[in-house]
């Protein structure tokens, strides 16, 4: 097992252009979870799923955020419209159970909205 | 948004130096964990710690869970050159009558640069 796999690494869209990144976790994770993070920031919680269910959403994730893991096993993320204020890192991560010993981040993916 | 404080923001240090920062919170946390991040990369967990008091080590890397619960310093000696990057506390929270959710809240991060 490589760890958890986002795709793609670089995003560059024009400003109302839909977005889909997708995450691949550790097989054998049953929990994934979303962070957003901006420049000199640290990461900020979006959602998590476990297995298939999505079970908490942040209020950072607004009505033009979706996201959907089908199977309980890759996950991805959708922006719709997007803006400006879109442009971040989208890290993904996942664990088995509720992560106490810290789980495992992907390596993000680098979205850029002119 | 972020409730965690974390300091120094950067440090500057001469290798073979040692190095320490501190996170601290308003609110009470059930685990703390200090991660690394480089430029372009997902953080990386260094140390994990589960009990007030708690004192934990990894390499030249040492940990503490203040008593109170509500922060938590990490400590990095004789530095190398490939200790720079960014370094984030970050707690979890379990509220009482709750799941666990596994979220975890992390600070704005100490930039750590070592001239050789």
């Known amino acids: 097992d490589t760890g958890v796999s986002q795709n793609p690494r670089h995003k560059i869209t024009k400003r109302g252009q839909n977005v889909t990144f997708r995450c691949d976790p550790i097989?054998?994770?049953?929990?994934l979870y979303w962070y957003r993070q901006t420049l000199g920031q640290g990461p900020e919680f979006l959602t998590y799923?476990?297995?298939?269910?999505?079970?908490?959403k942040s209020r950072l994730l607004s009505d033009r955020f979706s996201a959907e893991r089908p199977k309980g096993s890759f996950s991805t993320l959708e922006i719709q419209r997007t803006e400006q204020g879109d442009s971040a890192m989208y890290l993904c991560a996942s664990s088995l159970g509720a992560g106490e010993d810290g789980y495992t981040f992907g390596s993000g993916t680098r979205l850029t909205v002119v | 948004g972020q409730q965690l404080n974390q300091s120094p923001q950067s440090m500057f240090i001469q290798e073979g130096e040692d190095v320490s920062m501190n996170c601290t919170s308003s609110?009470?946390?059930?685990?703390w964990l200090w991660y690394k991040q480089d430029p372009g990369e997902g953080p990386v967990l260094l140390i994990a710690l589960y009990k007030a008091g708690e004192l934990t080590s990894n390499g030249r890397l040492t940990a503490q869970f203040g008593i109170t619960r509500k922060d938590s310093f990490l400590n990095i000696s004789a530095s190398i050159p490939s200790d720079v990057g960014i370094y984030f506390c970050?707690?979890?929270?379990?509220?009482?009558?709750?799941?666990?959710?596994?979220?975890?809240?992390f600070g704005q991060g100490t930039t750590l640069q070592v001239k050789p």
């Open positions: 609110s009470i946390f059930n685990t």
């Open positions: 799923f476990q297995n298939e269910a999505q079970l908490e």
């Open positions: 970050a707690g979890q929270r379990v509220e009482r009558g709750s799941s666990n959710t596994g979220k975890l809240i």
């Open positions: 097989s054998e994770h049953n929990r």
